[in-house]
């Protein structure tokens, strides 16, 4: 019980730090990434406040270095999840009960852990078991991360600050309850921000947590548990699942309690669990919340107007960071004749100067792509432009996969504006440019909306603005997010909330109060100081000459009875 109107400190995004030679940042994230590429951390599921160390125990090898093993994870069966469903059920009422200040102190607590003591730490865990680089482990897994908490906590408050008017002896109130039952958080590889944003977003908004994350991201979904436990987060309220992911989705959309799933991921697997949950609508007690943020094949359009070298940076670093592995990295580009050559001049001199390697050397700006699979199915698209005659490969195609699963960083170029490579979402480093004529900008533009099924981001460059104005108009319904002179990639929450439509996602953009608004479910408080006393209205009542009437009628009755009370008393006396 508090008495006092609390505020969160505006929050302001967290400073990206540069791990320059010679800075202490770097001295100890070098230092961080030994300590645990040495130890053999042992991850274990952490179901209603216990870590459970039960059952197979699966290894993990960095990506860039597959011979090697720096731990494992501990596989679950369904007997835990539906432990973990029990146990967020019984945190329910504790958790949604209280004081929102209390909710907000942990998860902003655990920025300034992430922010301070556990960087290192979790950043080294994220470009080992993830392989990314210093930088992309610095922008995700500390300072996204860190935004997300500081932010999310913020919108809350703003959230619960809206309330209904009210008028005249009426208080109206507005209070935004947690979903009825439990949630499901379902997180990808790729970034451990999401990884900790999906279940501690909802926890924030007083819901209790299933959490899966993916097995590719288990050593730093390990440190972000650590973190949540250490800033007080109480038993029950998010638990950690890792199991066999078809298997654990069964058990929870099974379940009459499930109310809600907040997933990122593929767009298969997001409508297979839109199938599933429709599947068992009859079970629920609610209607669940269904929240995907999904697939992309985001594209970048140079006008014959745009800035050679910022077009031509944008497709290095937009299509080849993290080695194409984020749901915005570009991966179609649309160029005019009249730039291609210099454009691909500049562009492969970029690429040639990228190194590739394990993350441990800070000069590499490419690593490994994820696991096996990944490397099988971006080398695949590979091979197939190096056969096709409509395709030709202009930078890069190399790969290999003795040591880790790296792949060069590979430019396509095709004839063919329905090549499978400008379709497709490949998830790896490779960018495919489709030249256009200069005077077919519309029909550019018209191409770029109707060839892909996604619809997360996309950059516009010119200089130009009727050419701005029109590809933004175009383009309404074809991205998300969109960029001017800019590459499609590296939202900053607070600054460009994230997601997209079509095949990419619900579109409820994580990192701002859309999102935070999904997960509750707000009940209106009518509170009346003065009630009526009586039920008629005054439209009931009667006006003018029928008023008169009534009168006249109510008049008569009354001299009626008057006339013979007074006859009745008359004949008494005599
Ligand atoms: P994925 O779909 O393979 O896995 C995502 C999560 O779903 C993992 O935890 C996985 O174990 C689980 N999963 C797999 N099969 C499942 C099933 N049948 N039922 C329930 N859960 C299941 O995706 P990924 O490879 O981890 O991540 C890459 C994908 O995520 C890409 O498509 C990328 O575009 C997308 N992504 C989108 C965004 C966005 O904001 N739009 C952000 C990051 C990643």
Redesign the pocket.
Known sequence: MSNGAFSIPRPVNEPVLSYAPGTPARRALQSAYETLYQAHTAIPQFINGVEIFNGKKIPIRPPHDHQHTVGYWCEGDQSDVRAAIEGALEARSRWAAASWEQRAAIFLKAADLIAGPYRAQINAATMIGQSKNAIQAELDAACELVDFLRFNAYYMEQIYKEQPESTASIWNRMEYRPLEGFTFA??????TA?AGNLPSCMALMGNVVVW?????QALSAHYLMKVFRESGLPAGVINMVMGD??E??KTVFGHPDFAGVH???????FK??WEAVGKHIHTYKTYPRIVG????KDFVIAHPTAQLKPLATALSRGAFEYQG???SAASRAYLPKSLWEEVKETLNRQIERMKMGSPADFGNFINAV?DRKAYNRITAYIERAKESTEAEIISGGAFGDAEGYFISPTVIQTTNPKYETLVK?I?GPVLTVYVYEDEKWDETLDLIDETSPYA?TGAVFSQDRYAIEAATERLADAAGNLYINDKPSGAVVGQQP???GRA??TNDK?GSKLNLLRWTSPRTIKENFIPPTDFPYPFMEKGGREQVEEQVREAVHKLKDLGSDIVSRLSEKK
């Open positions: 379902i997180t990808p590889f790729n970034f999401i899966k994350p993916s097995d590719k992911p078809a654990t989705a997933f990122t991921g593929s767009t298969q697997v297979d669990i943020e999904t697939g992309g592995q984020k749901c994820i979402e998830f997360l994230f997601g997209g990419s996602g994580a």
